[in-house]
């Protein structure tokens, strides 16, 4: 899954969707600060991404 969303990733590095599905895919992996990494950049590409503000707050913060 990883090596699909990178490609995604290559494709479209400004689709929030795919960077957000990148960070839940981290966070699967047990890579805590890379998965909020991602989690952040999804804000950064849209502001109201409800699903990666509430992935951050489960996450225990609001930035990495």
Avoid: C, M
Wanted: net charge negative; glycine share 4%; no cysteine.
């Amino acid at each position: 899954a990883s090596e699909a969303l990178d490609r995604s990733l290559a494709l479209a590095p400004y689709d929030a969707d795919t960077t957000f599905n990148r960070g839940s895919v981290s966070w699967l992996l047990h890579d805590k600060p890379a998965a909020v990494g991602w989690w952040t950049r999804t804000l950064e590409l849209d502001p109201e991404h409800a699903l990666a503000t509430r992935a951050l707050a489960l996450a225990g913060t609001t930035e990495p």
